[in-house]
Each structure stands twice: as C-alpha cells, then as structure tokens.
C-alpha cells in the first residue's frame, strides 16, 4: 500500500491554463515585429510543441524550416526573439484573458483544506507564471504553491526529469509521496522519470497523444477529486 499523497505538484501551460493560445500569439507578435517572415499556425504549432522551451522550440524551428539561419547569429537572435516574446506573453495574459481551467480552483482548495503541499514544476519562466497568476480572477497562484520551480531552476526542459528533482527537492517530500498534474507526453517522461506518479488533463494541443506512463487520462479534471486523486496515487 503506498504512502498516502502528501504534494500535488502542478504544470503550468495547458495544465492550470490553456495558455498556449497565448504563447502562440505571443511568438508570432515578436516575429512580425523583427521583421521574420514566420507564422506559427497551429497546425505547425502542435508539431513544434514536441519541443518544450520557447528558446529550444524557435532553435528547433530554424533548424527545420528556415537553415540559413543557423549559425553564431542565432543564438543572440532566439535570446532577443524569446525576450521580446516573454514581455508581449505576460502583459496579455496579466490582462486576465487565460482563466483556470475546469476543476484546477476547486482541486487545489480541497488539497489545501486537506493540509498537502502545493507545487509548480514548469518549463516556462517564473515571469510567465506570476503573470498567469496576476490575471487569474480566482486569485490563483499568489499563496497557494509554496513551491515552484520554472525554467530558470532547470535549464534542461521536460521530458528531462530535472524540473521535477528540483521542486521534490524544495519540497523535501520523496517522489512517492507526490502527485503530479500534467497535460503533455514530455510531462509525463519528466514526472515518471523522477518517479513521481503523473495524472494527465489533455490539452487542445496534446488530446489524444499517448501518454504512456501515467495513472489516469482525463478530458479535464472538472469532474476530478481529491479522493480520486488519493485513489489513484494509491493504487500504484
Ligand atoms: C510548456 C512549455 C513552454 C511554453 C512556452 O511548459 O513547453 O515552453 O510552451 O513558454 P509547461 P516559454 O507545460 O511545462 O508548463 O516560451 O517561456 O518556454
Ligand atoms: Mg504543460
């Protein structure tokens, strides 16, 4: 019988928010703006998502689609590129246009009523997360994770388990002990990699991936309980 759940740890993009509307719209504002003849639709945006980190992902992209610029300029470009994005991403969602997704309000009050831990391990950057949380009209976020850990805690990205080490590591909770939330198949890799049972809410860029490796598949967690959770991570 396992060790009863003492952590949920959370992703943030299409976990707690359907953001990736936002980061698309995001890359596409900083590309017009420097002139760059790329549109990110969501067709290609589904397939660069494969790659997590924005950096890695506009790296990923040149590498396929546009070679010619590879080279000692790149790196410089993808830096201003991202930087210029990560402004344009945070000043749209801390207009509070990217609300929780169903259920997340109501399963982080019952893990806090319950005395758990809260945490966020995420490939963005903390500027990201602050932002989502500042529109959040549910008051998310400020408070509620006493943990978190972003792309500048761990610069290799999911399905690298280095995000989720780090945020069990400022927990000081064992893998075991932990839950964590995740939309993505890289999340899944990442979680089951540190050895932290993973449940899945599918995203509108991930549903029907394969998500090999984690307890429970959902459309989204608005029917998802603390108990069904507890449940879950018991039966492993
Ligand atoms: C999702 C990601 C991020 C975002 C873009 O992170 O892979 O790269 O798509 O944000 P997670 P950045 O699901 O782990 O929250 O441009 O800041 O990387
Ligand atoms: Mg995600």
Not at 37 to 43: E, K
Not at 66 to 93: E, I, S, W
Not at 184 to 195: D, F, K, L, T
Request: glycine share 8%; proline share 6%; hydrophobic share 50%.
């Amino acid at each position: 019988m396992a060790d009863p759940v003492r952590a949920l740890i959370f992703d943030v993009d299409g976990t707690l928010a359907e953001t990736e509307e936002a980061h698309r719209d995001a890359f596409n504002r900083a590309f017009a703006e420097a002139g760059l003849p790329w549109v990110w639709d969501r067709v290609l945006y589904r397939q660069l998502l494969a790659v997590s980190g924005g950096k890695e992902r506009i790296r990923a992209f040149v590498a396929r689609h546009d070679p010619a610029r590879l080279g000692p300029q790149l790196d410089p470009m993808v830096q201003r590129l991202h930087a210029r994005k990560t402004a344009l991403y945070t000043a749209a969602v801390r207009r509070g246009g990217v609300p929780l997704r169903p259920g997340v309000a109501r399963l982080i009050a019952e893990a806090r009523a319950a005395g758990l831990a809260l945490a966020v391990a995420t490939t963005t950057t903390r500027a990201n997360v602050e932002a989502l949380f500042d529109g959040s009209t549910a008051g998310a976020g400020h408070g509620w994770f006493a943990t978190l850990a972003c792309a500048e805690d761990a610069p290799a990205k999911k399905p690298d388990p280095l995000v989720y080490r780090v945020v069990l590591e400022r927990l000081g909770l064992p893998a075991a002990a932990c839950l964590a939330l995740e939309d993505s198949p890289n999340g899944v890799r990442a979680a089951a990699a540190a050895g932290v049972p993973v449940v899945v809410s599918e995203s509108v860029y991930t549903a029907g991936d394969d998500f090999t490796g984690a307890r429970a598949v959902f459309p989204d967690f608005a029917e998802v309980t603390l108990d069904t959770l507890r449940g879950l991570h018991a039966a492993g």
